[in-house]
């Protein structure tokens, strides 16, 4: 028995079909953050456990990466999110570059998942983060580019929502005005989080479970009733929370301007979990029936580089998988046919004596930088069609004895039959030719 | 005291100076591969630990690579070479793909090695094969495209040569010649492999070790000192082995026919170890005296899918690293200048009145397609020119409050100190005006 010809549980092979997508989408991804000055990044593959331990805590550690003790006794991990790298490097660099600091990084990540539909264990990741951007320009920008991103592979405000939220209101609402403890906040957050996948009953009971005082249980339903930035307005007027509302209005406004408002959609569940979040946050929700999760999550933070013991510099990210980015494009038929290479032109050697020729040729016009397929064996006259047509070409060179005597070759239109010589080094005309 | 800033052991952190440099070498590969019709692929970054057993044997496997056994009892491995994903791959897809199967890949792989010049723990690697192609003519297109590639970054052949041997004759003058052992002939691979880094002294004692007969020993000697392909034909008749070179010399000639033959050496004493090489087999050297080290290597085999229990389908390949290629480009001076981003223009605001305003006009820019630096902050007019100059620009668009009440932009050309106000819309002239 042979081995095993499958990829390992959780991975893909990316077979040429599939990798022409991955191409696509990695140069949309690098087109649309270079546009906007957003610089490339990349790191190890592998970190310290410590810093994701710092940055994540335990639970992250414990049930979802790969880590493993090197031969150095280095107890090291798969990187499983590029955040914690991000903030080593900038932690290493940020007092030596000019602000705002915009950086970009689509590394292969990896994560013990149960393998299932828009989740796997190897997935990479756009990142996209600004540091140092003053007042709330960073959150701004980054969310004009996110929407400009998601415009670029063809998508519009009928496919994708950006549910949003302000840290600064939900945390002010816990302390505030609930009065909650530090361990009861963290329960509310994992209520949240969940609330949109549980039923009304299981919410009612984890909420009763608090024990919380009547008039607050009333104005945690009254926020949970959030469905808008007007209700929004009332119910910080209402709960003395309008302060905490400045920022998020302040870019609302701002995308308004910019006829962006219709993408932005007030949800209060949106907490982002535990993590470290200061600001704003959010997701990038398909509104397709049949796919209706996040594809992009972000926010803003201020204390990302504490572990590093230096200074707050705010921050803004997100980060966009592209497993979900792939299944969003399919659900709205958005993704160009990969199927098949594209080439300039196909090489058809019509006799072994000319083959020697067909390298030739083949490299000439290799040099003048078109894209050529060449069989490296005789096509019989009447097959070349056929073949050529069967690899979706549309122009052909047909080298014959008399084609190869005289350095030439002779060009075929598949579509119109139109079919004319030309000096194999006359870029130029054959260029003309092919480009029509 | 914080944590730990610098990249983990023989690994490195790209920032965008050095992202740039990758995604250029990157960008030259991707397009002279598939301009030889090479499509892209890539795998998982785990395999099982099986199939590099399978492949390399345990040396491998023992001292180099970083296993460990996941969640599930699976004992994996980070790829530490991409030549056993790509049989495992074509070895699940051969029978329904047509013939030549062209494939090139860049991953990243890890090997535990002891961090020095040109070795590091972390690389990318440009992996490039053919398979199924007929005779020889995979060997002529590969050789001719890995040639192509370095004279796309700008080498010539006063910078590098391709070693190249055959193992068809290596393997014959052992076995036939020489009348060796296995046991003998893996010592004897060992010692050609080693012998250009160790002392005359040193290479016959090793011979001597073999206790070979005299004229065994003359013949061995007489093999080491084959330095052309003159010296080969001599050798071949005196030894009986005429037969064994000829796919060598057929391969000669085509690359003669396209004046590429300046790049073969002939050497003996390349061998590619224990490989799984059945016919030729190369490095690619540069030729700087400060960085004499092998930049790529690779040869033909014929029996990579047997592990799967898969008839043999003949193949060829290279792989090419990138910390060695960078290091060949740096010494001849061919890499171009990373140092900052390029832009189209970068936008100055003038005051906080019109920042809102120009988040609008860096928004239409950017959707004509032109990459834009925008600061997020107002610049004092009495700085544009020092700080655009300081980023590199050539060229602003300064909107002060006249220019966002007229909705138009003033474009200066750094240069030349032109200026002129355009509508921000007016996309055609404005990209005349920065294309000169």
């Not at 993408?263 to 029936?289: M, Q, S």
């Amino acid at each position: 028995m042979g081995l095993n010809k499958k990829p390992y549980k959780g991975c893909r092979d990316f077979f040429p079909k599939d990798m022409r997508v991955r191409q696509y989408l990695n140069q949309i991804m690098q087109k649309s953050a270079e546009s906007y000055g957003f610089e490339p990044y990349d790191g190890p593959l592998l970190e310290e456990v410590e810093l994701y331990k710092a940055k994540s805590g335990e639970e992250l550690i414990n049930d979802q990466i790969y880590s493993f003790h090197d031969r150095g006794e280095r107890f090291v991990a798969i990187r499983p999110e590029m955040t914690p790298t991000l903030a080593r490097m900038i932690a290493a660099s940020h007092r030596q570059t000019p602000k705002p600091i915009r950086w970009y990084s689509i590394p292969n990540l990896m994560r013990y998942e149960n393998p299932q539909k828009g989740r796997l264990r190897e997935h990479w990741q756009f990142n996209v983060d600004i540091f140092g951007a003053p007042d709330n320009t960073g959150e701004k920008e980054l969310l004009i580019m996110l929407i400009h991103f998601l415009e670029n592979l063809g998508a519009d405000s009928s496919m994708f929502s950006i549910q949003i939220n302000d840290r600064q209101i939900v945390d002010s609402f816990f302390q505030e005005t609930l009065e909650v403890t530090n361990e009861e906040a963290y329960k509310l957050y994992k209520i949240l989080d969940r609330s949109k996948k549980i039923s009304k009953e299981k919410l009612d009971a984890q909420i009763n479970e608090l024990q919380l005082e009547a008039n607050k249980v009333k104005a945690l339903r009254d926020y949970l009733l959030i469905k808008d930035l007007d209700a929004l307005q009332e119910f910080s007027t209402k709960y003395n929370l309008k302060k905490q509302t400045q920022n998020l209005f302040a870019i609302y406004n701002t995308l308004k301007n910019l006829n962006l408002e219709k993408y932005l959609i007030y949800d209060p569940t949106i907490v982002r979990g535990l993590d470290y979040y200061t600001g704003i946050v959010f997701e990038v929700f398909d509104k397709h029936p049949d796919n209706r999760r996040a594809i992009a999550g972000g926010g803003a933070y201020k204390d990302l580089l504490k572990i590093f013991n230096e200074e707050p510099l705010p921050g803004i990210g997100f980060g966009l998988g592209d497993v979900t980015l792939k299944d969003f494009l399919e659900v709205h038929k958005l993704l160009p046919d990969f199927s098949s290479p594209q080439f300039d032109l196909m090489i058809c050697p019509l006799s072994d004596d000319v083959l020697e020729h067909s390298f030739k040729t083949a490299l000439i016009l290799r040099k003048a930088g078109l894209k050529i397929d060449h069989p490296l064996s005789k096509i019989k006259m009447n097959k070349v069609f056929k073949q050529a047509q069967a690899k979706g070409h549309k122009f052909i060179a047909v080298i014959g004895e008399d084609e190869a005597a005289n350095n030439e070759i002779q060009l075929k239109n598949l579509e119109t039959r139109e079919a004319k010589n030309f000096k194999q080094d006359n870029i130029t005309e054959i260029k003309k030719f092919i480009e029509g």
